[in-house]
Nanobody, 131 residues
Framework: QVQLVESGGGLVQPGGSLRLSCTAS????????IGWFRQAPGKEREAVSY????????SYADSVKGRFTISRDNAKSTVYLQMNSLKPEDTALYYC????????????????????????WGQGTQVTVSS
């Protein structure tokens, strides 16, 4: 069983920056991919980004590419999401998610994350971008 704890959410102005952190604990053996989902009221949950533990490869949704950067510190079992140039449409509840499988796309990440036996989810941290 893996436990994930997110932090770093809050209220920021458009154009501002925020860094989210996610720390994993428990049974982490076999984990391969870790990333972030987000969900805004009235919208579908969407995959934002992931990073692979084996080769460090990353992937980003088109909506955040160039503004967000994901990184991972394996020694600390922590993943970060640096969010720059934030927009109001970035407002959402952000979830940290890990899977025990390799994925080749955000779609695959989304599909695997739906299976609880193969994934672990944090409680989420709220990000609000507003003036």
């Amino acid at each position: 069983q893996v436990q994930l704890v997110e932090s770093g959410g809050g209220l920021v102005q458009p154009g501002g920056s925020l860094r989210l952190s996610c720390t994993a604990s428990g049974s982490t053996s076999g984990l391969n991919t870790i990333g972030w989902f987000r969900q805004a009221p009235g919208k579908e949950r969407e995959a934002v980004s992931y990073i692979k533990s084996d080769d460090g490869a990353t992937s980003y949704a088109d909506s955040v590419k160039g503004r967000f950067t994901i990184s991972r510190d394996n020694a600390k079992s922590t993943v970060y999401l640096q969010m720059n140039s934030l927009k109001p449409e970035d407002t959402a509840l952000y979830y940290c998610v890990t899977t025990r499988t390799r994925v080749a796309s955000l779609l695959a990440f989304t599909i695997i994350a739906r299976t609880r036996a193969l994934s672990s989810w944090g409680q989420g941290t709220q990000v609000t971008v507003s003036s």
